[in-house]
């Protein structure tokens, strides 16, 4: 079992940045994948990374401005947005894979934990 904790959600601009904090309660192997959800819209992925670094995007939503990292010995994965759009507004919830994977996962049902999520408005 892991608890997976978000933040540095808020309200920015259109154009401004983020970065989104989840800390793991433990030190875990798991991919730690990021996911967001609109109202009224299912839940979409956002990003994934490896314990070992590999990294996956939503490419047509987010890639070349979201970069998810991770520092292992923090137990926390982060994910910096840059130029932000009033289409990421959303609540951004980290999840974290049952087990180790080889390669990042972007199928929600993939994840056995989550985080109670943060939100992100961003204003035109």
Do not use: H
């Amino acid at each position: 079992q892991v608890q997976l904790v978000e933040s540095g959600g808020g309200l920015v601009q259109a154009g401004g940045s983020l970065r989104l904090s989840c800390a793991a309660s433990r030190r875990t192997f798991s991919t730690i994948g990021w996911f967001r959800q609109a109202p009224g819209k299912e839940r979409e992925f956002v990003a994934a990374i490896t314990w070992s670094g590999i990294t996956t995007y939503n490419s047509d939503s987010v890639k070349g401005r979201f970069t998810i990292s991770r520092d292992n010995a923090k137990n926390t994965v982060y994910l910096q947005m840059n130029s932000l759009k009033p289409e990421d507004t959303a609540v951004y919830y980290c999840a974290a894979t049952r087990g180790q994977t080889v390669l990042p996962v972007q199928r929600d049902q993939e994840y056995g934990y989550w985080g109670q999520g943060t939100q992100v408005t961003v204003s035109s």
